[in-house]
């Protein structure tokens, strides 16, 4: 069974400041993985989809790295502003003709100003 | 729309009663998901629809879960004999193609709440 894990659970760092936030997987069989933010009483928004092929994805200031071999994947955000404050959630597809997606728990960010 | 919706937003009901979640997913899209959201959790899978059909419905908790799309485009959730563990934020979302090939774009949320 596919489990996906975020590290950490919730992270508060300085406004322009870099930083990454990490996701584990524990099957590397999948078909791609995506990108999530999430605010407070709100749906999910997504950011950035990678291919099991590929192995980064750029989004102005967000970069989305995967290293399927290893189950991992990392999400990289420059200048972080207060706007960048939310949950993020990965989410993994297994392979061709799964859907679903399996979750991560998330990783709150607050970014202080 | 332009995006996926979801009715009613807020839902909160007895304890045994009968409810309905209704998603209405972006047009054309022929897959749709239900997600549960428990509190400071990742959504968990519940069923997918291809088209009118449930190609995988393994996410469903117990029988008194059941979800219908009869004509390809709105889902209905239903949940019969609320349970106060049943509380949540039921999510839906909808894909262009199937077999993982594109994003997923989720709805605002029906947060339901049994007391």
């Known amino acids: 069974k596919q489990e996906v894990t975020q590290i950490p659970a919730a992270l508060s760092v300085p406004e322009g400041e870099n930083l990454v936030l990490n996701c584990s997987f524990t099957d590397s069989a999948i078909y791609n993985l995506q990108w999530f933010r999430q605010d407070p009483g709100k749906g999910l928004t997504s950011l950035l989809l990678?291919?099991?092929?590929?192995r980064e994805q750029t989004s102005g200031r967000l970069n989305a790295s995967l290293d399927k071999s290893s189950g991992r994947s990392t999400l990289y955000i420059a200048a972080s502003q207060p706007g960048d404050s939310a949950t993020y959630l990965c989410?993994?597809?297994?392979?061709?003709?799964?859907?679903?997606?399996?979750f991560g728990t998330g990783t709150r960010l607050t970014i202080i100003p | 729309g332009a995006g996926v919706s979801q009715t009613p937003s807020n839902k909160v009901t007895e304890k045994g009663k009968y409810v309905e979640l209704r998603c209405d997913p972006i047009s054309g899209h022929t897959a749709l998901y239900w997600y549960r959201q428990s509190l400071g959790q990742g959504p968990e899978f519940l069923i997918y629809?291809?088209?009118?059909?449930?190609?995988?419905d393994s996410g469903l908790p117990n029988d008194r879960f059941f979800a219908v799309r009869p004509e390809g485009s709105v889902s209905t959730l239903k949940i019969q004999r609320t349970e106060r563990g049943d509380s949540a934020v039921y999510l839906c979302?909808?894909?262009?193609?199937?077999?993982?090939?594109?994003?997923?774009?989720f709805g605002q949320g029906t947060r339901l709440t049994v007391v």
């Open positions: 979302a909808s894909s262009l193609t199937a077999q993982g090939a594109t994003e997923a774009f």
């Open positions: 990678i291919q099991s092929s590929q």
């Open positions: 989410a993994v597809v297994g392979h061709f003709g799964n859907e679903k997606l399996t």
């Open positions: 629809f291809q088209g009118t059909g449930a190609a995988d």
